[in-house]
């Protein structure tokens, strides 16, 4: 229950040793970089020395034993009074004393509703938000991003004064297309905050070339629908478990394909990101109107489906983006499984309604990042471009003649 621990070389809760030291010049050494320090805190854990104090508020299963992370972390009501005194206290404690710029308030998933030992009902839903106020108003200086467990309890939380809607991601959101999902409904719940996953890919512990293949259709799915993704920590390491000292050193040239994917997310992320983008898809790959068309040697796909590329078109006050997913190596589109090498896919033809369009350029992650103007060759009513090769992910963004 405590943040601060009593010396500077202590033991984390599952008997890791840590430097208090160094925690704080690792918070000098982010903010130098021009980023921000966070902590991590549980917003209702206690430990087995603090446990019998807190042991009237304890969160009960339905046969009376307490809920629980394994069996070193014990769960408590977060929306009671004594507890967010106390909560709130050691996290202005532990901003003031280590230098964080911000915390990562985490909850376990479950339970979603239980009761108290003295038998009150705790609606976790409810709970949470009211902790997340509680401690803005209280350190309206310090950020906050709470981890929404699996979805739970997002379409409460995202209205609470956090800086970002943040979802641990796991089954059974096991598709591309449940990230997908995950990412639009948040940014329906909170259009002015960004949207983040945290989605950890185990392949990589087990066969670098098929984690980093799944890496990239993961990257390529969360970016193109307006998210970031948090995968990786340490040095050059990527997290393959929720316990992130479980991690996984990759080579130089899948540190270096990653940097691409990343580089790539912040040189158009006025594009990716732009909170005025709707998905107009089905709308505009429609048989009758067919604004947007795609030609292809492999199948074409408005949903992520394996063999296929996965078409996607959204709009934005930047014009049309088209985000082209190549799926056509692959056999099932579980995110957090091995994956086979993409090859590169040539010949893909995307023909454009004339009417208001300016221009169409071309940018790919790993062949291409800068911008190619396409050169369109007219039928009919459209322009036609003929794309460059390329694997995984390409960007077709079609300006409007005004812009």
Request: hydrophobic share 35%.
């Given at each position: 229950a405590r943040l601060l621990p009593p010396q500077d070389e202590f033991e984390d809760a599952l008997g890791r040793p840590v430097s208090l030291e160094t925690v704080r010049a690792l918070a000098v050494a982010v903010r130098a970089a021009g980023s921000l320090p966070f902590g991590y805190a549980a917003v209702y854990a206690v430990g087995k020395d603090e446990r019998q104090q807190w042991a009237e508020i304890e969160l009960l299963r339905p046969d009376g034993t307490t809920w629980a992370l394994g069996d070193f972390l014990w769960n408590v009501d977060p929306g009671d009074e004594r507890w967010l005194d106390f909560f709130t206290t050691e996290l202005r404690e532990t901003a003031e004393q280590v230098g964080f710029a911000g915390f990562h308030l985490d909850q376990y998933g479950a339970p979603k509703r239980a009761r108290r030992r003295d038998g009150a009902l705790v609606d976790l839903a409810e709970a949470f938000p009211r902790l997340i106020d509680r401690v803005a108003a209280e350190l309206p200086h310090v950020r906050l991003i709470f981890n929404n467990v699996n979805d739970f309890p997002t379409w409460t939380t995202a209205r609470a004064n956090q800086d970002a809607i943040y979802i641990e991601v796991w089954p059974p959101h096991d598709e591309l297309g449940h990230l997908a999902m995950l990412v639009d409904k948040a940014r329906l719940l909170a259009p002015d905050k960004p949207v983040i996953l945290a989605a950890y890919l185990s392949p990589?512990?087990?066969?670098?070339?098929?984690?980093?293949?799944a890496e990239r259709l993961l990257l390529a799915t969360v970016f193109s629908h307006g998210a970031t993704a948090l995968l990786h920590g340490e040095e050059r390491a990527v997290l393959t478990d929720p316990y992130y000292v479980r991690h996984?050193?990759?080579?130089?040239?899948?540190?270096?394909?990653t940097r691409r994917y990343y580089d790539f997310a912040v040189r158009y992320g006025d594009l990716l990101l732009d909170r005025t983008n709707v998905d107009v898809t089905r709308t505009h790959i429609a048989p009758e109107t067919r604004e947007v068309t795609v030609h292809a040697s492999v199948p074409v796909a408005t949903d992520p489906v394996a063999g296929a590329l996965w078409t996607r078109v959204v709009r934005g006050e930047h014009g049309m983006l088209v985000s082209l997913i190549d799926l056509s190596a692959q056999t099932e589109t579980r995110w957090n499984a091995p994956k086979r090498p993409p090859a590169l896919l040539e010949g893909v033809r995307v023909a454009?309604?004339?009417?208001?369009?300016?221009?169409?350029s071309f940018a790919a992650p790993e062949e291409s990042?800068?911008?190619?103007?396409?050169?369109?060759?007219?039928?009919?009513?459209?322009d036609v471009v003929e794309l460059p090769p390329f694997s995984t992910w390409a960007l077709l963004w079609i300006r409007d003649e005004e812009a």
């Open positions: 990589f512990a087990d066969d670098e070339a098929a984690g980093s293949a996984t050193e990759v080579s130089d040239e899948t540190r270096d394909l454009v309604e004339r009417t208001g369009v300016g221009s169409i990042p800068a911008l190619r103007r396409l050169e369109p060759a007219r039928a009919g009513v459209t």
